[in-house]
């Protein structure tokens, strides 16, 4: 009976429902993103682990309800692949490949909600298959590929909702921000945004039934273990936002709008803007002009803060897919659909360029535009070498130094490294006291001898009787870690469980440098 109610409300910031959607074109779309899929998995072991995936794949060997610098859901993801696939590459990118053919059908869902016929929901599958979005968090197992879903997602259901007034919807958004929730905060900026353009431009009604408080009931239910950890560990989330926030405060700034132009694709930027514009004054989208005014919200909070532009690529996404309807209106003659056509191909190539490892490594090292821009590319190398070359620091002490010896990293990336080439090696075990690597183990009494990588002088000069430098990470390539200074440091001067507290740090590794960055750290990465 309250969903009677609802749906015969006559206030005026309601939608009126078209006659009747197009049908999906199921066969058309679906073939396109199964695409994205083999696109995706046949690029994966290409160039190597990424960074954040060693980190993830260290995680996944210490499963916990929450981490400091994000929720447990895609580590708990990657121990799965692992037991399915094994410890491989390949194994561990299948699920974000997956996710990414999920994030390609929801672009053709969102414009038949908007009106769009079956040319504008194949146009919307094709340019979401263009997108810079959905390649990079389809390469790269993380949050990102839990994020981006549960956005677009939560975003088509209430534009569902907000067409059918079937506020039972609410029970599936609260279904999809709890489960998104375990993946990344970061959807949280997406509801306030999205709950003030409601509140402010409407329609409002969608608040105005028992479903919506009991929608959030399921949010937090679902989410209650990770927020709880949160709160039981002292909310070191907002200490790492807050790091986060200092390290690239002016970098943000100074390349937020050309961000905004490049993240889902520079040749694509006409149809998404289109779409923005198109929801803010079309009579016919009224009410769904909470969209465009959520983009708007999120880009001022974001300047102010200091925040990534790369926050507002998932909205961006769901404006995309409102410009695919626009343009396919526009496009009524051979002419303007073959620019439509060539545009969404070169998107596709640009980004799959700088953000899939279509190219030899070298490559892109020797291309200066492309050294300057495909940094994702140069994260995902280096670190087998790396470990060869400490290796042979590890081979060159004593037997019996040897047995008393552990390989300490300064962040996360360099422990996962040791943590996944190491074995070849017989190397012993990797630490490091960055973010939550410092909770998945420390040193025991009796090693004494500590193998550092890019770590303080002068601090672990205070720690030790003695440090001695043993050269740096040498690497022809551009990678993050190159020229990082080896030390042998030998007689812990404490108890490691005394010295691991000093050790501990939240925080970011800057790019291309040894700083690292933390909340009250009066240095950034610019």
């Not at 059908?105 to 038949?112: D, E, G, H, T, V």
Request: charged content about 15%; aromatic content about 10%; some cysteine.
């Amino acid at each position: 009976m309250a969903f009677v109610k609802v749906a015969a409300s006559p206030e005026p910031e309601a939608s009126t429902p078209p006659e009747g959607l197009t049908p999906v074109p199921w066969r058309t779309v679906s073939l396109t993103a199964a695409a994205m899929t083999v696109c995706l998995l046949a690029l994966a072991t290409r160039h190597g682990y990424h960074v954040d995936e060693l980190y993830t794949r260290a995680a996944s060997r210490h499963l916990a309800w929450g981490y400091i610098d994000q929720p447990p859901l895609v580590a708990l993801v990657a121990k799965a692949e692992m037991a399915v696939f094994g410890d491989n590459l390949f194994g561990f990118r299948v699920v974000p490949a997956l996710l990414a053919s999920v994030a390609v059908l929801l672009a053709p869902l969102i414009a038949r909600e908007l009106g769009g016929g079956s040319r504008a929901q194949i146009l919307a599958g094709f340019m979401a298959f263009a997108s810079g979005l959905v390649m990079y968090t389809g390469h790269i197992m993380g949050t990102n590929n839990w994020d981006e879903l549960s956005w677009l997602t939560a975003s088509w259901l209430l534009i569902r909702m907000v067409r059918t007034r079937d506020t039972r919807l609410w029970w599936a958004i609260g279904l999809v921000v709890g489960v998104g929730l375990t993946a990344k905060y970061l959807l949280v900026l997406l509801l306030l945004c999205l709950g003030a353009g409601l509140l402010v431009f409407g329609p409002r009604w969608v608040f105005r039934t028992w479903r919506f408080p009991a929608a959030v009931g399921v949010a937090v239910v679902i989410a209650s273990p990770v927020l709880i950890w949160q709160i039981t560990h002292g909310m070191p989330q907002l200490e790492m936002s807050a790091a986060l926030s200092k390290a690239l405060e002016s970098l943000s700034r100074s390349t937020f709008i050309p961000m905004q132009l490049l993240l889902i694709g520079l040749f694509l930027s006409p149809v998404w803007i289109a779409g923005l514009v198109a929801l803010l004054r079309r009579p016919e989208w009224r009410a769904y002009r909470f969209v465009g005014w959520a983009y708007l919200l999120m880009v001022v909070v974001l300047l102010i803060v200091g925040g990534q532009g790369a926050y507002t690529t998932s909205l961006q996404f769901v404006l995309l897919a409102a410009g695919a309807v626009v343009v396919d209106r526009w496009a009524r003659s051979v002419t303007r659909l073959g620019v439509i056509g060539g545009l969404t191909a070169l998107n596709a190539a640009s980004s799959a360029i700088l953000l899939l490892p279509t190219l030899p490594i070298n490559t892109y090292a020797n291309t200066p535009v492309l050294s300057d821009m495909a940094i994702v590319q140069f994260d995902q190398v280096g670190w087998p070498a790396m470990t060869r070359q400490v290796n042979a620091i590890y081979q060159s002490l004593p037997s019996d130094e040897q047995a008393h010896t552990v390989i300490y990293g300064n962040h996360y990336g360099q422990a996962g490294a040791i943590d996944k080439w190491g074995p070849e090696y017989g190397l012993p075990k990797a630490y490091s006291g960055h973010n939550s690597y410092a909770d998945f183990g420390r040193p025991g009494e009796d090693k004494t001898t500590v193998i550092t990588i890019g770590v303080d002088p002068k601090q672990f000069g205070t720690l030790f009787q003695s440090c001695e430098k043993r050269g740096e990470y040498t690497n022809d390539l551009p990678v993050s870690d190159d020229g990082q200074k080896f030390m042998v440091c030998r007689g812990p001067l404490k108890p490691w469980p005394q010295l691991w507290e000093q050790l501990r740090w939240i925080g970011f590794q800057c790019p291309y440098t040894a700083e690292a960055v933390t909340a009250n750290s009066t240095k950034s990465c610019d």
